[in-house]
């Protein structure tokens, strides 16, 4: 019976060795194209993800060192650019068992785990982008150096019980022990970012606003026209002075 159930054993193992070979090759392949240098490597890299990616637009510069998971949900519109080390997750969370709690965003209008980059947007060095739960960035949008924005975070309790104390802030226990806070995060067209901002799940900048260099946005709106700051960032000016009738 040992024999017959080890000889079955072995054979799964095979079976599944083709998909793990041809996943490994693949990983090898997308690392040299990932860290290839001078302008074949910007060519290389767009011709690459614009078969892998929803949709990839026109002249997009892809810089080396990019890290990309969840291609099939990723969306980036012509003309922009994403620089050295960024790395972007996309897809909708996998179900596992863990607790989630999920918040609304009306102005989220794409599919849940998307990741939609408009044109001209420009994500600078180490942004990163934790899309599972959604995440929407419009036309002429800047993120500065070390953005996070953070449509999925492991959260430190249970919400259905916070007594719970086998909610762990940790990977790798077990569902059971993990808790998820999941919304999308909206930047509409114009928006800046600055430095090591970091964008929580559910929150809104509208257009034309700015969040100032080191804010935390939290679930919410950040109004039109705002320059916000602070923790949780709030407005505290507009961003570009009306224009009065000067007849």
């Known amino acids: 019976m040992a024999t017959v159930k080890n000889s079955f054993l072995v054979l799964t193992m095979l079976s599944k060795l083709p998909h793990i070979i041809f996943s490994e090759l693949a990983s090898i392949i997308e690392a040299i194209i990932r860290n290839w240098p001078g302008r074949q490597g910007f060519l290389i890299r767009w011709l690459y993800y614009r078969c892998k990616f929803k949709y990839l637009g026109r002249n997009v510069k892809i810089y080396p060192g990019v890290r990309f998971l969840g291609h099939r949900y990723i969306s980036i519109g012509e003309h922009s650019s994403i620089a050295f080390d960024c790395v972007i997750f996309a897809g909708p969370p996998v179900e596992r068992g863990a607790e989630y709690l999920r ?7 794409f599919q849940a785990g998307e990741v939609v980059i408009g044109r001209y947007v420009f994500l600078s060095r180490g942004c990163y982008i934790l899309g599972n739960g959604g995440v929407s960035i419009g036309d002429y949008c800047c993120c500065a150096e070390a953005t996070s924005i953070l449509s999925m975070t492991n959260h430190y309790a249970s919400f259905s019980d916070p007594a719970n104390k086998d909610i762990y802030f940790t990977h790798g226990c077990g569902p059971e022990h993990e808790c998820y806070l999941l919304g999308p995060i ?18 809104t900048i509208s257009r034309d606003s700015f969040l100032a260099i080191g804010s935390v946005a939290q679930k919410g709106i950040i ?25």
């Open 103 to 109: 918040l609304d965003n009306p102005a989220f209008v």
């Open 186 to 203: 909206v930047l509409d067209e114009n928006v800046g970012v600055a430095s090591r901002c970091i964008l929580l799940p559910a929150v």
């Open 223 to 247: 109004p039109p026209n705002s320059i916000a700051e602070g923790n949780p960032a709030r407005r505290i000016k507009q961003r570009y002075r009306e224009k009065t009738d000067e007849s």
